[in-house]
């Protein structure tokens, strides 16, 4: 026969314990989830706090990115601001393509990345084609740092073409009106 020590024999005891306090509480919880009314109301009230405040951190930690951006893409045009010079325009925008596409394989050199394809993209003269080259190319977060700086700072040929595309809706819907009109005359 075997004897077991008096500290083997504190431990089982102890663990058997535990073990059936824990049980105990499960299923007490389970019963108070099951049966009060209140319990589940107070539940469902911390459940929603809960997302509300994960909600509030998000929007947070949202503002601060797009604020480091702003801060970090008004610093970076300063420093280096994009050229005006029609001669200048390709070799900037080979360079800084080359440099964010090497940058762009760095991990933690995302927003450095992004801010010379923001360069290249301010010189380039179809900034579509070239948005749909970067979204299928560049890395995502790159990507999301592009996108961030153009909604912070929209580069000349951008506002451009966004006001451009708005000029032509704008044009569509008074044709697309002004024919409506001729077909009631019509009738």
């Given at each position: 026969?075997?004897?077991?020590?008096?500290?083997?024999?504190?431990l089982t005891i102890t663990?058997?314990?535990?073990?059936?306090?824990?049980?105990?509480?499960?299923?007490?919880?389970?019963?108070?989830?099951?049966?009060?009314?209140?319990?589940?109301?107070?539940?469902r009230h911390k459940i929603?706090?809960?997302?509300?405040?994960?909600?509030?951190?998000?929007?947070?930690?949202?503002?601060?990115?797009?604020?480091?951006?702003?801060?970090?893409?008004?610093?970076?045009?300063?420093?280096?601001?994009?050229?005006?010079?029609?001669?200048?325009?390709?070799?900037?925008?080979?360079?800084?393509?080359?440099?964010?596409?090497?940058?762009?394989?760095?991990?933690?050199?995302?927003?450095?990345?992004?801010?010379?394809?923001?360069?290249?993209?301010?010189?380039?003269?179809?900034?579509?084609?070239?948005?749909?080259?970067?979204?299928?190319?560049?890395?995502?977060?790159?990507?999301?740092?592009?996108?961030?700086?153009?909604?912070?700072?929209?580069?000349?040929?951008?506002?451009?073409?966004?006001?451009?595309?708005?000029?032509?809706?704008?044009?569509?819907?008074?044709?697309?009106?002004?024919?409506?009109?001729?077909?009631?005359?019509?009738?």
């Amino acid at each position: 026969m075997s004897q077991t020590s008096p500290v083997g024999r504190a431990l089982t005891i102890t663990g058997v314990l535990a073990a059936l306090s824990l049980t105990g509480y499960a299923v007490y919880f389970d019963y108070k989830r099951r049966s009060n009314p209140q319990f589940r109301k107070q539940l469902r009230h911390k459940i929603k706090k809960q997302e509300a405040l994960e909600k509030k951190e998000q929007e947070e930690a949202k503002q601060v990115k797009l604020q480091n951006v702003r801060e970090f893409l008004t610093q970076e045009l300063a420093t280096d601001p994009i050229p005006s010079d029609p001669t200048q325009r390709e070799a900037t925008f080979t360079t800084n393509v080359e440099i964010g596409e090497r940058l762009s394989m760095t991990p933690g050199k995302e927003l450095e990345s992004a801010s010379k394809f923001y360069k290249a993209l301010s010189v380039y003269p179809n900034p579509a084609d070239l948005l749909g080259i970067y979204q299928r190319s560049v890395p995502e977060a790159v990507y999301e740092y592009i996108v961030m700086m153009i909604a912070i700072l929209p580069p000349a040929n951008i506002s451009t073409f966004l006001s451009g595309a708005k000029d032509q809706v704008m044009a569509q819907q008074a044709e697309t009106a002004a024919m409506a009109e001729a077909n009631e005359i019509d009738e």
